[in-house]
């Protein structure tokens, strides 16, 4: 059975790692896969994720599993980051799900499941994963101009004009905040209207939300996701507690869908525990009690914010460093949120960093920001002009 097999392509970040793990050069500048990095290039664990794991240790009296749809507990506080206090709603279906990725495979199923073959309009460029997700759960997938490369800015008028003329019942695939790849978002002004298109044509928006806090502050990069909620009677929004409480292989995430009524609701809920069930049977708990054990605690919850300010703004000092500096004209990059930036570089220039001076990113010339620090921005900024001038 197996001896056929396909070999089937890696995928483009996943590629990264794995050149990365044969180069042995110790100047390595990794600008590859999205996790956040510190001033010394470290992913460390935060104080408040050891001190939570810490009072786990010693309070957790059992490993037995949880329900098919998580933790009741760390739903609605996670529901609260992306909501906002006060604003509990019955038509609003939310479940524990293995990671940002698990949340959105569980949206994609359940659509497959209840319009078979649907229409999921995506923007390119976009994260690598999502194109082969859609197709491996069977649906359909129109493609429009997202960015646009020139200006290194969002392209807002392509994006309406592939939105309007989207059949009623198709989906739209949004990022929620910092855009992966491009750092290009609506503003808004932007996301208002983009609410009533949405509305008006009936579409149905998966919003695919994985930065928040990264980009202006939890609040602010939450309010597309809050506009298209309030205005639209339909919504799916996958949402990733990996880079904001630095869990990435622990698997935190939770999936919203807003329903129609609180009959559709319920029924949404059962098919959202059936595919559970069937993929995994139940989520795994550690990183969302950690999550639930820091969001319970006022003080550990304030010693996260100011942790997430603090990675947010690292950020935003490379990109002003990057968008100043004046041997490559990057000002682009100081218009832009979130961890990444695209380069308007071809696949030789990307090579000729690699083989040359140990520089790596993803083959879409995309860059994470935070893999850049005081002690090796300057030569990435030397390189990569070099590289342009040859
Ligand atoms: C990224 O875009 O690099 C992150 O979302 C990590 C991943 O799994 O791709």
């Excluded at 957790?60 to 949880?66: N, P, T």
Aim: aromatic share 6%; with cysteine; charged share 20%.
């Amino acid at each position: 059975m197996l001896e056929d097999v396909a070999t089937l392509p890696v995928d483009a970040l996943v590629e990264v790692g794995q050149l990365l793990r044969n180069d042995a050069r110790a100047d390595i500048i990794d600008l590859g896969i999205g996790v956040y990095r510190d001033e010394h290039g470290r992913t460390s664990i935060p104080d408040v994720v050891k001190a939570a794991e810490l009072h786990l240790f010693r309070t957790q009296e059992s490993k037995a599993y949880v329900a098919p749809d998580g933790d009741p507990v760390f739903v609605e506080a996670v529901r609260g980051l992306l909501l906002g206090p006060g604003r509990p709603d019955a038509t609003m279906v939310c479940v524990q799900a293995p990671g940002g990725t698990g949340a959105l495979r569980l949206a994609m199923d359940l659509v497959a499941h209840a319009a078979p073959g649907a229409v999921v309009h995506l923007g390119l460029p976009s994260w690598p994963n999502h194109a082969p997700m859609l197709a491996a759960a069977g649906l359909r997938i129109a493609t429009y101009r997202h960015y646009d490369a020139d200006a290194g800015a969002f392209d807002f008028s392509s994006m309406c004009a592939a939105l309007a003329k989207a059949a009623p019942g198709d989906l739209v695939l949004l990022h929620g905040c910092c855009h992966n790849p491009s750092g290009t978002d609506p503003d808004a002004a932007q996301w208002q209207q983009l609410a009533s298109l949405i509305a008006n044509r009936g579409l149905v928006p998966l919003v695919d939300i994985a930065y928040q806090g990264l980009g202006d502050g939890l609040e602010s990069d939450a309010a597309g996701v809050r506009r298209l909620l309030d205005a639209v009677p339909e919504v799916f929004v996958a949402m990733s507690c990996s880079k904001s409480f630095s869990l990435y292989r622990e698997r935190v995430g939770m999936l919203l869908v807003k329903t129609p009524d609180e009959r559709a609701a319920a029924r949404v809920r059962s098919n959202l525990q059936s595919l559970a069930r069937l993929n995994y049977s139940n989520p795994p708990d550690h990183g969302a009690a950690i999550v639930r054990t820091i969001l319970a605690d006022p003080r550990q919850t304030l010693m996260w914010r100011i942790g997430l300010a603090a990675m947010r703004m690292r950020i935003i000092g490379i990109r002003e460093t990057l968008a100043q500096n004046e041997k490559v004209d990057l000002s682009f990059i100081g218009r832009q949120k979130g961890l990444f930036a695209m380069l308007p570089i071809g696949a030789e220039a990307i090579e000729t960093l690699r083989r040359d001076h140990a520089i790596y990113m993803a083959r879409s010339g995309r860059i994470n920001l935070a893999g850049l620090n005081d002690a090796n921005i300057d030569r990435f900024v030397a390189a990569l002009a070099a590289t342009l001038e040859r």
